[in-house]
C-alpha cells in the first residue's frame, strides 16, 4: 500500500518534503482541518488535540488496526498500541509508552485509548476480564480525585501517572502496579481564577443522596464552601452527580469495600469541612498575637464525624509545641499561621488520601508474586506548563518534562546517533538540541537546584526563599539557562515579566519564570508536629492510617526527605523503567488554547514542534535506520526465510543475517554494523514481518502433515496390528473351539463306544439287564410251557386229523404253525413209513390219478376213497379171459366191462377191456373172444370229460392199423382208475407219457364219426 495514495498531505513526515518547518506545520494543520488527528514520524505518533470526538475510535476501529501492520492503514493510536503490544507480546519485550505533551494536548485521553485497546486485544475469559475492568476502572477514581478543571483543560491530571500493566506470557494482563507523582496539593485551598478543586469534591456534593449528605454533615450548595471556588461550580459537559455515582462503581469494581468507600467520603468531606473552619484574632496578656475558632460548630462537626476531641483540633490548629532536648515550649499562632497550619493539614490529609487510593487500588490489581511476566507501561504526566505565576509545583512539573524530553533524546537522537557511530555505520551528524544542560542545572545532586534548595532547607539559620534565590544567583550567574533580575545584564533590568523574587529558566519548551515565593516551605512539606498527632488520635481508622508519624511512639527527630529530593528521587527510578523498556511515543500537540475543535493555532503549534524537537526527530529518522537489532536474534528471528540458514545454519551469526537478506534481495535495504543489523524502512521490517508469517504458516502446515501422517500411520498400523491381533485371536479361539468340539466328539464317541463294550460285557450283571433277563425267562418258561403243553396235548397221529392246538399267545403264531406243519409232516413220514410196499404202490396210483385229474374231472373226489381193485370181473374165475391176456405179459392190470359207443350210430355195446403191461384189450363180452388188442405204444393219448361221466376217448396213432379206423370211445365205470394205470402202464411201456386230455368239448377225430357234443351225461 502506498503511503500517499489518498491521504491528506503526508501521514509520515518522514517523508515530507522540503523537510522545513513550516511545511511540516502546514501538513499538520492541513491533517488537523481534515480531522486526520495523527501522524506518524517513523515510529513516533503525533497527535493533534481535536477538541471534538472523531468515529474513528470504538470495537469496529480496534478490529481493523489489530489485522493489519503498522503502515497499512491510516496513523492511529490503535496502530502504535499495536505495535507496542505484539512487541510484548511476541518478542517478549516489555514495553513503554511516553505520553508527554502541554497540559490539555490530550495525553490522558491518548493513555485511555491505549488502554481501551490492549484491553480489547488482549485475552479473554473471565479471570482476565475481572482484571481488565479493574485496570480500567481505575481511571475514574483516580480522575475524580486528581483531575481538576484548569483554564486550559476541564479535566487536567493534577498529578501525574505511571501504569505498569503486566501480562503473562500469552499476553493476557494480570494486574498491574500504578505509581503517582506529585498530586498538586495547593489545589485543595485554592484554585486560580476559573479553575476548580478536585472533581471529587463537587460530584460528592452533586451525586451523594440526602442520606450520605446529612451522614457526612454537608449541604448540597458547593457556596458554603470556602475550599470551592464560588464562580465555577460546573464545568460545561460534565455531569458531577452522575460521575459520583460512577466512581462509586468502579470503587466497587476496584474491590473497595463499602465501608472503605464510606471512609473515603468521610475523609473528603473533613477536607471541604475544615476549609470552612474560620479563625480568629485573638489577643493574648503578653501582648502575642493568637488565634482561635470562630464559630465552634463546624470543628464540632468534624471531631464528631472523625471521633476526634473537638479542643484537641482546636488546640493542634491554633498552637505549636516545639520541643527541644529539655523542654516542650507551646506557643500560640496567630491567625495567619494558623490558617495557613489548617490549609496545610487540609492539604496533608487529602495528598495522603489520594496516595492511600492509589496504594488501595494496587493491592487490588496486584500480580501474585513469582509470575513470570512482561510488562507495558504507560505513563501519563503532567505536561509542561507555564502559567501566570509559577512556583514550586510547575518547577518540578517541568523538570520532569525536561527529563522525559532527555529520554526522548536519549532513545532517540543521541542514542541512535551514538550507535551509528559505534557499529561504523557511515553516518551525517544531526544536531538537535540536548537538554542535558538544562536537566543538570536543576537535579545535579552538588549543584542543582534542587540541591540549593534542600540545602537551604536544612541550613541552620535565617533561612528565607530570597536567601534560596539569592544563593541561585550567585551560583548560576553564568549559566546560559538561567536567568534573573541580579544575574541580568542591562537589557533585563527593565523586563517587567521577572519579578525581584523570581528566576527564569530557558526550559527546552520555552522560559519560564518561577515565583520563588513558598519553595522552602513546598520544599519542606511539614506538617506542624500537633496537627499529625491530632490526626492519629482520631478515631477513625481511614484518617488516622493517614498520619503514621503521629503516632508519638513512632516520633522521630530524623527530617523526612524534602518533597524537591523525593520527586527528583521517584523521577529517577521513573526514568530507569523506562530505560529498560521499549519506548514508544506519543506526542500531543495542543492547537489552540481555547479548547476549540477545529481552530489551528500556528504559533502554538510553532512553539510545540520546536521544543519537542519534531523536525530534528524527522532528520535523524530519515538519515537514520528505522529499525536495529543484533544479529543473534534476528538471524534467530528471520533464518526460516532462507534455505541456506534453515533449519541448520553453522556459520556465524553475520554472515547468516547476509545471508538471508540477499536471499530476499534486500541487502541494498539494509546496513551491516559491527554487532547489529540496521534496517532503513520499517516497510522493509514489515515485508520481512510478513514473509516470516507466511513462511510460519508454510512450516506450521508442514508441521502439521508430517504430525497428521505420522498420527494416521501409527494410528494404521496400530489398527492393523490390532486387527491382526484380533484375526489371530480369533482363529485361534475358533480352531480351539473346533479342536475341542471334535476332541470333545472323539471323547464322546469313545466314551459311548467303551461304554457300549463295557455294558455288552457286563451287561449281566447290570440291573437295567435284569429285565431281559426276567423277560427272557418269563418268556423260556412260557416257550417251555407251550411246547411241553403242546407235547402233552398232541392231536392223534392220524394223517387225516388236521386238528392243531391254537397257539396260547400271538407271538407264537408262526412257530405254532412251523410246528403244525412238522408235526404234519411227520405224521405224514411215519405214514409213509409204516406203508407196506403193496400199499405204496396203490397210494402211487392214487397219487398218480390225483395227478391227472384231481381238480379237473368231476367224478375224481367219488374215486378217491375207493380202492383200485384192477379187477371188477372176477378173472379169476374166468380161465378164458385169463387165456386172452396172453401170458407173456405178466398179470392183467385192469380188468372191467366197458362199453364201447359205436362211431356209426352212436350205440353202446359192452366190452371187457383188459389192460396189460403192454396193450388194452377189448374183448367181446359175450364171445371173450378178443375184438381189438391195441399195444401201448400206438396209444398217443386220452381224453375225458371234465364231467362225472365216464366216457373217454382212447387216441391212438395214425400209423397203427387199429388205429386207422379212428379212435375209441369208451364208458368206464371206473373210468379214474382204468386211465391211471394206463398212463402207468404207457410210462414204464414206452417211457412217454400218455398225454390225458380233460376237456369239456371235445369230439372224436378222424373216422366216420359224428361230432356231437359231449355234454353233461343226462342219463
Ligand atoms: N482523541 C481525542 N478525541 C476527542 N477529544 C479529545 C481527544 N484528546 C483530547 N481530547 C479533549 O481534550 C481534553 C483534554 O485532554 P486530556 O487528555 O485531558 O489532556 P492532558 O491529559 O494532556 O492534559 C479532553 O478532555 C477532551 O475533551
Ligand atoms: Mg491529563
Redesign the pocket.
Known amino acids: 500500500m502506498n503511503l500517499l495514495e489518498g491521504s491528506v498531505g503526508v501521514e509520515d513526515l518522514v517523508l515530507l518534503e522540503p523537510l522545513e518547518q513550516e511545511p511540516l506545520l502546514k501538513n499538520l494543520q492541513l491533517r488537523y482541518e481534515s480531522k486526520e488527528?495523527y501522524t506518524y514520524i517513523g515510529n513516533v505518533l503525533i497527535?493533534v488535540?481535536?477538541?471534538?470526538?472523531?468515529p474513528i475510535y470504538g470495537p469496529e476501529f480496534i478490529a481493523k488496526y489489530q489485522d493489519y501492520t503498522f503502515y497499512e492503514l491510516k496513523p492511529h493510536i490503535y496502530a502504535l498500541a499495536n505495535v507496542a503490544y505484539q512487541s510484548l507480546r511476541d518478542r517478549d519485550r516489555d514495553q513503554c509508552i511516553l505520553i508527554t505533551?502541554?497540559?490539555?494536548?490530550?495525553?490522558?485521553?491518548?493513555s485511555k485509548?491505549v488502554m481501551s485497546y490492549v484491553a480489547a486485544v488482549c485475552g479473554k475469559g473471565e479471570q482476565v476480564n475481572s482484571v481488565k475492568e479493574q485496570l480500567l476502572q481505575s481511571n475514574p477514581v483516580l480522575e475524580a480525585f486528581g483531575n481538576a478543571k484548569t483554564i486550559r483543560?476541564?479535566?487536567?491530571?493534577r498529578f501525574g501517572k505511571y501504569m505498569d500493566v503486566e501480562f503473562d506470557f500469552k499476553g493476557s494482563p494480570l494486574g498491574g502496579v500504578i505509581t503517582n507523582y506529585l498530586l498538586e496539593k495547593s489545589r485543595v485551598v485554592k484554585q486560580l481564577k476559573g479553575e476548580r478543586n478536585f472533581h471529587i469534591f463537587y460530584q460528592l456534593l452533586a451525586g451523594a443522596d440526602a442520606h450520605l449528605l446529612t451522614a457526612l454533615k454537608l449541604e448540597r450548595d458547593t457556596s458554603g464552601y470556602a475550599y470551592l471556588n464560588q464562580k465555577v461550580s460546573r464545568v460545561d459537559g460534565m455531569d458531577d452527580a452522575a460521575n459520583f455515582k460512577a466512581v462509586q462503581s468502579a470503587m466497587t469494581v476496584i474491590g473497595f469495600s463499602e465501608e472503605e468507600i464510606q471512609r473515603v467520603l468521610e475523609v473528603t468531606a473533613l477536607v471541604l469541612k475544615l476549609g470552612n473552619v474560620e479563625l480568629a484574632d485573638e489577643f493574648q496578656a503578653n501582648g502575642v498575637s493568637a488565634s482561635s475558632i470562630r464559630d465552634g460548630k463546624g470543628v464540632q462537626e468534624i471531631g464528631e464525624m472523625v471521633g476526634l476531641n473537638s479542643e484537641e483540633l482546636e488546640k493542634a490548629l491554633c498552637s505549636r509545641t516545639m520541643k527541644t532536648a529539655k523542654e516542650k515550649v507551646v506557643t500560640a499562632l496567630n491567625v495567619i499561621q494558623a490558617q495557613y497550619a489548617r490549609d496545610a493539614l487540609a492539604k496533608n490529609i487529602y495528598s495522603r488520601l489520594f496516595n492511600w487510593i492509589v496504594n488501595r487500588i494496587n493491592e487490588s490489581i496486584k500480580v501474585g508474586v513469582g509470575e513470570k511476566k512482561k510488562v507495558m507501561g504507560v505513563l501519563?504526566i503532567y505536561?509542561f506548563e507555564i502559567l501566570e505565576d509559577n512556583s514550586f509545583e510547575q518547577f518540578v512539573i517541568n523538570y520532569c518534562n525536561e527529563k522525559l524530553q532527555q529520554v526522548f533524546i536519549e532513545m532517540t537522537l543521541k542514542e541512535e546517533q551514538e550507535e551509528y557511530e559505534r557499529e561504523g555505520i557511515p553516518w551525517t551528524k544531526v544536531d538537535y538540541f540536548d537538554n542535558g544542560i538544562i536537566c543538570n542545572l536543576i537535579e545535579h545532586n552538588q549543584r542543582g537546584i534542587l540541591a540549593m534548595l534542600d540545602e537551604e532547607c536544612l541550613r541552620p539559620g535565617v533561612v528565607s526563599d530570597s536567601t534560596f534565590l539569592a544563593k541561585l544567583n550567585q551560583l548560576f550567574s553564568k549559566h546560559d539557562h538561567y536567568e534573573s533580575k541580579v544575574t541580568q545584564n542591562a537589557q533585563r533590568q527593565y523586563d517587567h515579566t521577572m519579578g525581584l523574587s523570581c528566576f527564569r529558566i530557558c526550559h527546552y519548551a520555552g522560559k519560564v519564570t518561577y515565583n520563588v515565593n513558598s519553595f522552602i516551605d513546598k520544599n519542606n512539606d511539614l506538617l506542624f508536629r500537633d496537627l499529625s498527632q491530632a490526626m492519629w488520635k482520631a478515631q477513625h481508622p481511614l484518617l488516622r492510617s493517614l498520619f503514621p508519624e503521629g503516632d508519638p511512639k513512632q516520633a522521630s527527630l530524623k527530617r523526612p526527605p524534602t518533597a524537591g529530593a523525593q520527586f527528583k528521587s521517584s523521577v529517577a527510578t521513573l526514568m530507569k523503567n523506562l530505560y529498560s523498556k521499549n519506548p514508544n511515543y506519543i506526542r500531543?500537540i495542543k492547537p489552540n488554547e481555547h479548547?476549540q475543535r477545529g481552530q489551528f493555532s500556528w504559533d502554538l503549534v510553532a512553539i510545540q514542534t520546536q521544543y519537542l524537537g519534531l523536525l530534528e526527530n524527522v532528520r535523524v529518522r530519515r538519515a537514520g535506520y528505522a529499525y536495529r537489532q543484533r544479529y543473534e536474534p534476528f538471524l534467530e528471528r528471520y533464518r526460516l526465510l532462507s534455505r541456506s540458514t534453515w533449519p541448520r545454519w553453522n556459520g556465524g551469526d553475520r554472515e547468516g543475517v547476509e545471508k538471508v537478506l540477499g536471499d530476499l534481495n534486500l541487502s541494498s535495504e539494509v546496513a551491516f554494523g559491527k554487532t547489529k543489523i540496521f534496517i532503513r524502512s520499517p516497510r522493509t521490517l514489515f515485508f520481512l514481518e510478513e514473509q516470516r508469517r507466511l513462511r510460519l504458516q508454510q512450516l506450521a502446515t508442514l508441521i502439521q502433515k508430517v504430525y497428521r501422517g505420522w498420527r494416521c500411520r501409527t494410528h494404521y498400523q496400530l489398527m492393523r496390528k490390532s486387527q491382526i491381533l484380533i484375526s489371530s485371536w480369533f482363529r485361534g479361539t475358533m480352531q480351539k473351539q473346533r479342536y475341542e468340539k471334535m476332541k470333545a466328539s472323539a471323547v464322546l464317541i469313545q466314551a459311548f463306544v467303551r461304554g457300549w463294550k463295557a455294558r455288552k460285557n457286563y451287561r449281566k450283571y447290570f440291573r437295567s439287564g435284569a429285565a431281559l433277563t426276567l423277560a427272557n425267562f418269563i418268556y423260556m418258561s412260557m416257550t417251555q410251557k407251550f411246547l411241553l403243553g403242546l407235547k402233552n396235548n398232541l392231536p392223534s397221529t392220524n394223517i387225516l386229523d388236521r386238528t392243531w392246538p391254537a397257539a396260547p399267545y400271538r407271538y407264537f403264531h408262526t412257530a405254532n404253525q412251523e410246528l403244525q406243519k412238522l408235526f404234519y409232516h411227520w405224521k405224514c413220514k411215519r405214514f409213509r413209513d409204516r406203508l407196506s410196499l403193496k400199499q405204496v404202490e396203490i397210494l402211487k396210483e392214487k397219487l398218480c390219478a390225483s395227478e391227472l385229474f384231481k381238480d379237473k374231472k368231476a367224478s375224481y373226489p367219488q374215486s378217491v376213497p375207493i380202492p383200485f381193485h384192477g379187477d371188477y370181473i372176477g378173472l379169476q374165475g374166468n380161465p378164458k379171459l385169463q387165456k386172452l391176456k396172453g401170458g407173456a405179459e405178466g398179470p392183467i392190470l385192469m380188468a372191467e366191462t366197458v362199453k364201447k359207443v359205436n362211431r356209426g350210430n352212436g350205440k353202446t355195446s359192452s366190452r371187457t377191456l383188459l389192460l396189460t403191461k403192454g396193450h388194452v384189450i377189448l374183448i367181446d363180452t359175450k364171445s371173450s373172444q378178443a375184438r381189438t388188442v391195441i399195444a401201448l405204444d400206438n396209444v398217443a393219448g386220452v381224453s375225458v370229460t371234465s364231467f362225472k361221466d365216464g366216457l373217454f376217448s382212447l387216441h391212438l396213432s395214425e400209423i397203427s392199423s387199429v388205429g386207422s379206423k379212428g379212435d375209441f370211445l369208451l364208458v368206464s365205470e371206473h373210468l379214474i382208475e382204468l386211465l391211471t394205470k394206463m398212463y402207468q402202464a404207457v410210462l414204464d411201456a414206452t417211457q412217454k407219457q400218455l398225454p390225458v386230455t380233460v376237456t369239456e368239448k371235445w369230439c372224436a377225430v378222424r373216422g366216420q364219426w359224428p361230432v356231437f357234443p359231449v355234454g353233461p351225461p343226462s342219463c
Open positions: 488527528i497527535s488535540n481535536p477538541y471534538q470526538q472523531l505533551g502541554e497540559s490539555g494536548a490530550g495525553k490522558t485521553e491518548a485509548l483543560n476541564n479535566n487536567s491530571s501519563d505536561g500531543c479548547q
